[in-house]
């Protein structure tokens, strides 16, 4: 059995016997480990002032006695196994508590007269390497002292770690049933999150003792029996993965944007995203992509290019996985760009048709800039006539949109009767920019860019040669 349990570390020692110590009513544990000197082994030594002591010391040899812990999820016994894997690995040990003692040598299992007052003594002799022992001084330093309990290692008190945070959760376990069996079971566990120290591998604990690294943000402790594999170093994954989502569930507004972006955030949001939350998906999302962000939208094409000039980030489908996107859209965390930035249409956000004003409504001002428009357009689109419509809806968000088969649409209601009755400078703002959509519809482009100059010019070569085109006060006044 030794041997077979060299593979664990030396470590695991420690772990057992001060599981068995806080499980009782204990409230204060010694623990010292130091090298025989000029020898190859140390020596292990544990003390605990639990009033009934050791319960039966025959257990601690006896291969497989009934656990008394195996039905209380709250308990870290289950096989009443720990005692037998230490007693394994010493050379020789010896249990001394309140009703009696026990010792276990190369001749035997030997019964001892000597007991104590109160508590148990365990104290073990076994071979240990300087980078075994290095290892177990270590790992103490990584458990988690119950409250209450009173913790020391070679004299110096086990610190209590302040909780980042804490919550409930109903969480599998595993507890014996009415003939003794271990079966799984639902219970409601308080869960602990835990600021690892420097130099620290972020790991999931079971009430305090250190179970399997997850590289993840924080320690997480889980404070009744989780379900182990029989050596009792990991957990199945769909566990650890409900344990990531319940503790970013509790911990998002404490990450970072490169936190937000660890594989175990992804997998939470992957496999976990609808049950976290709206506002924990909103959180995430926020980290990883800025708080000006919009989905890319393959039915609005050019509102992505509008999107990205307005300094919005542009989140491609390849950057999450489905389920992501499926948590993020139910969220509402991440908006398409079509909706943040459309690009123009000619039709209200509703689908209707837009509200157009007929032409006999038409005030003079509108009369004069139509016909001024349709002066110049020829010489700036090559068309001898471009349709001009205008619209009046407000909740429209575009002043005015040109395509060369539906003509250009003047927005009254973003516009306002003062821009219609306004200077030639701003109706040619708007036409040069409008009537660059006849030669691209992309505003980015460089060929979109360099049709605006090209109009602009031509605007100047107009006024220069034809100045009559641009006369308006004549057709007011005749109006």
Known sequence: MAKLLARKGKQFVLNELLSNAWDENTTKVEVSLDRLSGTR???????????????????????????????????????????????????????????????????GRKTLRTKTERGSVFTGRLRMTTEELQACHASVQMLLPPDGVETLFNGVRLASRKVVTSFTASLSTEVADVEGAMRKATRTATVQVFEPLPGEVPMLYEMGIPVVETGDRW?????????????????????????????LQHTANLLNTEEANAPWVREAMHKHGQELGKETVAAVTTLRFGGKAVAYDPSDPESNQLAVSQGYVLVHGGQMSGQEWEAVRGAGAL???????????????????????????????MLSVVSYIQRVAPHLVGRSLVHVQIANDPQWPFAATYGPNSGLTLNLGRLGHRWFAGPLRAINDLLIHEFGHHFCSNHLSNEYYEALTSIGAKLVDLAIAKPELFQRDAELQAA
Do not use: M
């Open 41 to 107: 082994y140390v020596q292990l030594k544990v003390v605990d002032d639990n009033p009934n002591g050791f319960a039966d010391l025959s257990h601690a040899f006896t291969l497989f006695a009934e656990s008394a812990k195996k039905g209380e999820e709250s308990k870290r016994g289950r096989f009443n196994l720990g005692e037998k894997l230490v007693l394994a690995l010493c050379e020789e040990a010896q249990i001394v508590s309140t009703r009696g003692g026990i010792s276990f040598d190369a001749t």
């Open 219 to 247: 320690h997480v402790n889980v404070t009744i029996k989780v379900p182990l594999t029989f050596d009792r170093d990991n957990v199945p994954p769909a566990y650890l993965s409900k344990i990531r989502a319940l503790t």
């Open 335 to 365: 908006k398409p760009a079509g909706q943040v930035t459309p690009s123009p249409k000619p039709y209200s956000d509703d689908g209707d048709p837009l509200r157009i004003v007929p032409e006999s409504k038409w005030t003079p001002e």
